[in-house]
Nanobody, 114 residues
């Protein structure tokens, strides 16, 4: 069984910061990549950031320069540092493990107020 548990979401004012964490029940090196998706009301789920097993990262244009994805293989965790948050960042954020099969967490709510 593979379980992903997100944490760190909450309510923050525009311009503030949050750090999301994803804890995996198995070694994250067993996956090709780890990433974060988000889904806002009325919008399609979108890929926010991804980091491969080799450490290569990519980001959605809307978050470049503001968000940073990182991984801690020893702790089997993936984090998303979110700075300079904007109201349009409001969404449920999901951790995803990419491999032969994809696994998703239950999500954590991020709300950015004006």
């Amino acid at each position: 069984q593979v379980q992903l548990v997100e944490s760190g979401g909450g309510l923050v004012q525009a311009g503030g910061s949050l750090r999301l964490s994803c804890a995996a029940s198995v070694g994250i090196n067993s996956f090709n990549a780890m990433g974060w998706y988000r889904q806002a009301p009325g919008k399609q789920r979108e890929l926010v950031a991804r980091i491969t097993s080799g450490g290569i990262t990519d980001y959605a244009d809307s978050v470049k320069g503001r968000f940073t994805i990182s991984r801690d293989n020893a702790k089997n965790t993936v984090s998303l540092q979110m700075n300079s948050l904007k109201p349009e960042d409001t969404a449920v954020y999901y951790c995803d493990a990419f491999g032969r099969y994809d696994y998703w967490g239950q999500g954590t709510q991020v709300t950015v107020s004006s």
